[in-house]
Structure formats: structure tokens, C-alpha cells
């Protein structure tokens, strides 16, 4: 009955690979997001999506590319993975309407060698 | 541009005291604000939602207050205990948008 889940929760791997976090979400939400939090803890909103429509695009290199497949679910996929990736990837989502609270899945620790 | 500050960085409290973590915004124009809690190498736990025109929202031994005109929001924790101890985080959603703006966090510990 996980709201926000997400796959892997670890990943390790070598500079230059390519590689892809899932999310998905069954509380019916329209909004989804991609979050990163870095080693000092600190949380940077990277993407978002509304109704599987790019609404948030930070300035996030190129080599990241997020992908909503239907409103449950919400990809992303690094290309040329660099030192500088590893971090932990967070997936959200939020409801519309008057009550827009956000729920957050378990997180993605992603390590470049 | 919004800029979310958290005051203080880390607090260490003993067991049953009553405590007040603070969270700073530089654009009033909000549309909601909510604080979060993180266990080490967990994800974030929703607390409290408190919407722009709203003053406050409790919840069991937490309650949040929000001044927009002064750009503060305070987390308010009575008779804290052990398993309080987190992070606690604030962010700020600005008007017009779907994006949500992190604070820095305070890093609660409560001593048994």
C-alpha cells in the first residue's frame, strides 16, 4: 500500500554509464517531481510534471531526461553519469485542488565511481 | 527569487522540553507551506500543510504558525522526546507555480 515508490534504492556504477530511477505513485495525483539532495543534505527541485506535461524544467544538465509515461508514473534517466550524480534522487507528488500536499517516496542513493 | 532559511542548523534538547524551530522566506507570496521530517537515510514524512491564508495547523504535540507578512513560519514541538529526533525541514510554495523552494533544514536531537 506504498504511496510513492520508488527502484532502486541503491545504485552503483561507473562514470559514462547510462542508467534509469522509476517512480510511481497510487494516490491519484496529477503532480510529480524530481528531487535532488545533495551531501549536505540540501533538497533541489530538478523536474515536474502535470498531467505527464513538463511544467518544471530547473537548470539541470541535459544528461538528465525525465519521462511520464501516464500520471502514476514518473522516470528519470541519467546519460554519461559523472562523479558529481551521486546523490540521493527523491520522487514527490502532489494532489490539486485546495489541499496541495506533497508526499515523498523513500529515495534513490545513486554513487558514481 | 524565493529563499528559504532554517534557524537553527542543529538543536540538541533534553528529554520533555518544549521547542521552536523557525523557518524564514523572502517572498511573501505564497501559496502553501510545509514541514517535513527526515530520519537519517529515510525519505520526508509530511508534518503539517499549512495553506497562505491560513495562521496555524496542529497536529498531536506539533503546531505550525505562519506570518506571511514577515516571511516566518514556526515549528512549535511540546514535551519532546527521543524519537523526535530528525530533521526537520520547511518548504515553501510559491504563488502561480507548482514549485516548491527546501529550506536547510535543523537537525533536532532530543536527549533521553
Known amino acids: 500500500d506504498t504511496a510513492v515508490s520508488q527502484t532502486p534504492k541503491y545504485l552503483v556504477t561507473q562514470m559514462g554509464n547510462d542508467k534509469s530511477i522509476k517512480c510511481e505513485q497510487n494516490l491519484g495525483h496529477d503532480t510529480m517531481y524530481w528531487y535532488k539532495q545533495d551531501s549536505k543534505k540540501f533538497l533541489k527541485i530538478m523536474f515536474s510534471?502535470?498531467?505527464?506535461?513538463?511544467?518544471i524544467n530547473e537548470t539541470v544538465p541535459n544528461r538528465f531526461s525525465p519521462k511520464s509515461p501516464d500520471k502514476a508514473h514518473l522516470n528519470l534517466h541519467i546519460n554519461s553519469l559523472e562523479l558529481g550524480d551521486s546523490a540521493v534522487y527523491f520522487c514527490a507528488s502532489k494532489s490539486s485542488g485546495d489541499y496541495n500536499e506533497q508526499f515523498f517516496g523513500p529515495g534513490t542513493r545513486l554513487t558514481v565511481l | 527569487k524565493q529563499e528559504v532559511t532554517q534557524i537553527p542548523a542543529a538543536l540538541s534538547v533534553p528529554e520533555g522540553e518544549n521547542l521552536v524551530l523557525n523557518c524564514s522566506f523572502t517572498d511573501s507570496a505564497i501559496y502553501n507551506l510545509q514541514w517535513f521530517r527526515q530520519d537519517p537515510g529515510k525519505g520526508l514524512t509530511s508534518l503539517l500543510l499549512i495553506q497562505s491564508s491560513q495562521r496555524e495547523q496542529t497536529s498531536g504535540r506539533l503546531n505550525a504558525s505562519l506570518d506571511k507578512s514577515s516571511g516566518r513560519s514556526t515549528l512549535y514541538i511540546a514535551a519532546s522526546q527521543p524519537g523526535d529526533s530528525a530533521t526537520y525541514l520547511c518548504?515553501?510554495?510559491?504563488?502561480?507555480?507548482?514549485?516548491?523552494?527546501f529550506g536547510t533544514g535543523t537537525r533536532l536531537k532530543v536527549l533521553a
Open positions: 510534471y502535470n498531467n505527464k506535461e513538463l511544467i
Open positions: 518548504a515553501v510554495a510559491t504563488s502561480g507555480t507548482y514549485k516548491y523552494i
